[in-house]
């Protein structure tokens, strides 16, 4: 047997199991009476243009960015859904020759993970995914920017008695990939030193009032290391609303606070506020100890 037949036996061999596994869960599925595979789409498509002209002394530069987004989902049992999407962010006419560019620079998994687990009190959500906590001052997906913002890593969440929480651990910067070739693929590494992001959420709601506490951890990535709590507290009364909120920051020669508040009144369905942020900085340019609060990601 030619070297070419025995490739495309194997390949047929492959394609086979491929549909074999396709088609038995399928029909045992269809056998205990399930809706598996369930099946979903969505996606989005925004244009904007930007006039910018933050630098003094320089002529407004103007820009047209898009962001097309494509997502699908599929539940394949009651506690297991696979979920994707590509994205396209790019300002326009920033190829150097659409003709010749076929590299797609700007085409990228945006998200792509698993979800698992069948009750509301528990769920772990694994791969590359959006991740926000509460108001997004210290986590979020920035979705304001034209490509937002995305972990990879693992996430659980659930609700119960009254408490929503997330816990998750992000690889936020890789440094010590493996070498494609090579006996030793980790000769490429020295010490430990990829950028991790770990963080715990909780909120609860006590009358009218929404507590939410908030923990994170960065290594090596927006910061050396640093350890944030937060603490924030916002509801209404009537037509009257607020919110305080108030962090700490430490770690190795550091020392930051972060501090917030907001009053306002809802008129019909307009709302008025006044809102006050402070952040501590650094004022001694000579001190080993970093006083400048980071607002992480």
């Not at 969440?157 to 929480?165: F, I, P, Q």
Request: charged residues 20%.
């Amino acid at each position: 047997m030619s070297r070419s037949q025995t490739f495309d036996r194997a390949r047929a061999t492959l394609l086979g199991a491929a549909c074999a596994l396709l088609l038995i869960p399928g029909s045992l599925l269809g056998q205990e009476g399930n809706e598996y595979p369930t099946f979903r789409w969505d996606g989005q498509f925004r244009l904007r243009a930007e006039a910018d002209g933050r630098t003094s002394g320089v002529d407004p530069d103007f820009a047209t960015l898009s962001r097309v987004r494509l997502g699908a989902g599929v539940g394949l049992l009651d506690w297991l859904d696979v979920y994707a999407q590509i994205q396209d962010a790019r300002a326009w006419g920033s190829e150097l020759n659409t003709l010749t560019d076929a590299s797609a620079d700007h085409l990228d998994m945006h998200q792509i993970y698993a979800d698992m687990g069948s009750t509301p009190a528990f769920k772990a959500r694994l791969g590359r995914q959006i991740a926000f906590l509460a108001d997004q001052r210290l986590i979020g997906a920035v979705e304001w920017s034209n490509t937002g913002r995305s972990f990879d890593g693992v996430r659980f969440l659930g609700k119960a008695s009254g408490l929503s929480w997330t816990a998750f651990v992000m690889n936020v910067r890789e440094r010590d990939s493996l070498l494609a070739v090579g006996l030793h693929p980790q000769d490429n590494q020295g010490a430990f030193d990829d950028g991790w992001l770990v963080a715990v959420f909780g909120s609860r709601k006590f009358g009218d009032v929404n507590s939410e506490f908030t923990f994170a951890y960065d290594r090596k990535a927006a910061t050396d290391e640093s350890y944030t709590v937060n603490l924030r507290l916002h509801g209404r009364t009537g037509a009257v609303l607020y919110e305080g909120a108030g962090a700490y920051q430490f770690g190795p020669d550091r020392s930051a606070f972060f501090g917030s508040g907001r009053a306002g009144v809802t008129i019909g369905q307009a709302t008025v506020a006044a809102q006050l942020d402070y952040l501590s900085g650094d004022t001694d340019p000579t001190s080993t100890t970093t006083n400048a609060f980071n607002t992480l990601y």
